[in-house]
């Protein structure tokens, strides 16, 4: 018994140990907001608000069935809760891969169960040719996200993250620079 469980050890141990692993760079951790705790929005036109941002990085490995592949890439993700936890919106960006997404779930419960509202996907590598104004500060290369349900409007910037968003029931936030 032993000795089947001491090969079935050294079996994982030589194929995680082997694996190719994708790891991030500056320029994918660029697209997060690692380097913040918190930012400051003007909320609704009138109030200042500071904003929580949680980050978190982690790796992933590839598999076929049950057995790993041997490749693997790391990740990470920026969490920002708005409207008192509400809304969360989730950052995410992947090593070796060109796109990223922005997601946005409400809370359905209490009990912090996440109902996902939209998912919206950008390009690392994009020029988007979108300029945006906000409280008198231009921001370029903008990826600008709309829905018909919930987002009347999402602008996405590199190094800055969320720069502004406004829902469809009125709700805004503008970054203050």
Same mark, same amino acid.
């Given at each position: 018994?032993?000795?089947?469980?001491?090969?079935? =050890?050294?079996?994982?141990?030589?194929?995680?140990?082997?694996?190719?692993?994708?790891?991030?760079?500056?320029?994918?951790?660029?697209?997060?907001?690692?380097?913040?705790?918190?930012?400051?929005?003007?909320?609704?036109?009138?109030?200042?608000?500071?904003?929580?941002?949680?980050?978190?990085?982690? =790796?992933? /490995?590839?598999?076929?069935?049950?057995? #790993?592949?041997?490749?693997?890439?790391?990740?990470?993700?920026?969490?920002?809760?708005?409207?008192?936890?509400? @809304?969360?919106?989730?950052?995410?960006?992947? =090593?070796?891969?060109?796109?990223?997404?922005?997601?946005? @779930?409400?809370?359905?419960?209490?009990?912090?169960?996440?109902?996902?509202?939209?998912?919206?996907?950008? /390009?690392?590598?994009?020029?988007?040719?979108?300029?945006?104004?906000?409280?008198?500060?231009?921001?370029?290369?903008?990826?600008?996200?709309?829905?018909?349900?919930?987002?009347?409007?999402?602008?996405?910037?590199?190094?800055?993250?969320?720069?502004?968003?406004?829902?469809?029931?009125? @709700?805004?936030?503008?970054?203050? #620079?």
């Amino acid at each position: 018994m032993k000795t089947k469980f001491f090969i079935t =050890a050294l079996f994982i141990i030589m194929t995680f140990g082997c694996t190719d692993m994708c790891k991030l760079t500056r320029d994918d951790k660029d697209w997060l907001l690692d380097e913040y705790k918190s930012l400051n929005y003007l909320e609704n036109d009138n109030k200042t608000i500071k904003v929580n941002i949680d980050n978190h990085f982690d =790796a992933s /490995y590839g598999k076929e069935g049950w057995f #790993p592949t041997g490749e693997g890439w790391e990740w990470g993700k920026s969490t920002f809760y708005i409207r008192d936890s509400l @809304y969360w919106i989730f950052i995410n960006s992947t =090593a070796c891969e060109n796109s990223g997404t922005v997601s946005v @779930y409400t809370r359905k419960n209490l009990k912090y169960s996440l109902q996902h509202v939209r998912g919206f996907r950008y /390009y690392k590598d994009s020029i988007t040719n979108n300029t945006v104004n906000v409280l008198g500060k231009e921001y370029k290369n903008c990826f600008v996200f709309k829905d018909s349900t919930y987002i009347k409007n999402l602008t996405f910037v590199k190094s800055y993250g969320i720069v502004k968003i406004e829902l469809r029931d009125g @709700y805004k936030l503008e970054l203050i #620079p």
